[in-house]
């Protein structure tokens, strides 16, 4: 999330933000000297800000030759700075609706093609959490720490109290307050997921839900 939070904080400079509004509203690439021109600075202040806003990955740069000559003669092209693809959000505490979205995208599309919804749902969050695990670099540590390291990553918020995590935060909140059974039910799967991809026989996931925190908890088998 460090490099999110720097991104948008790119934009906190008032001319920074002007110059990439300027940009992502134009219908072509903009040149530092049209941008400056437009948010009324030097043509120098604009090509640092701009320059900025591309090495935080917000704007890409095209070079062009505007004139539509070639060859000798016909100068050097243009540096000219377009939106780039790149998409920036930040959320505290962290949520991940993309990946709860995603989830749910692949277990429907695979219902069209005759499968049972609440199987397919359960079979795709286990095989991202599984991915999520067995992705993880193998460790001597415990069991229960290994799961919560590698679901601290995912943005969970781990805790580890006697032989339990306890997560103290659900990167899908306000879906799974406004359709609990559905949501948890994903969640414990992708989490049981991680504990298999991670080989971490000794430990399970089970539901145990608290107002205060996610409804899943890891404990010892």
Do not use: W
């Not at 900025?52 to 060859?71: I, W």
């Not at 049972?116 to 959490?129: C, K, T, W």
């Not at 799961?147 to 969970?156: P, Y």
């Not at 504990?195 to 010892?220: I, K, M, N, Q, Y």
Request: charged residues 30%; aromatic residues 4%; glycine residues 10%.
């Amino acid at each position: 999330m460090s490099d999110e939070i720097e991104a948008i904080a790119a934009l906190a400079d008032p001319v920074r933000r002007r110059l990439y509004e300027l940009v992502v509203a134009a219908a072509e690439p903009v040149s530092r000297e049209e941008a400056a021109a437009g948010v009324g600075v030097p043509v120098h202040s604009a090509r640092f800000h701009l320059d900025r806003l591309v090495e935080e990955g917000l704007l890409d740069v095209d070079y062009q030759r505007r004139s539509g000559r070639t060859g000798p003669g016909a100068g050097r092209p243009a540096k000219l700075y377009r939106r780039s693809t790149r998409e920036v959000a930040v959320s505290l505490p962290r949520r991940n609706y993309d990946l709860v979205g995603s989830i749910l995208a692949a277990a429907v599309e695979r219902t069209l093609a005759g499968g049972d919804v609440a199987e397919e749902l359960g079979r795709e969050a286990r095989q991202r959490g599984l991915a999520v695990g067995a992705a993880r670099e193998p460790t001597a540590d415990p069991g229960l720490r290994r799961t919560a390291d590698a679901l601290a990553a995912e943005g969970f918020e781990p805790t580890i109290e006697a032989d339990q995590v306890h997560l103290r935060n659900c990167p899908f909140d306000s879906l799974a307050r406004a359709h609990t059974a559905l949501v948890c039910g994903v969640n414990l799967d992708f989490v049981c997921g991680v504990v298999e991809g991670l080989g971490c026989s000794d430990v399970e996931a089970r539901l145990e839900p608290e107002e205060s925190r996610c409804c899943v908890v890891v404990g010892a088998r």
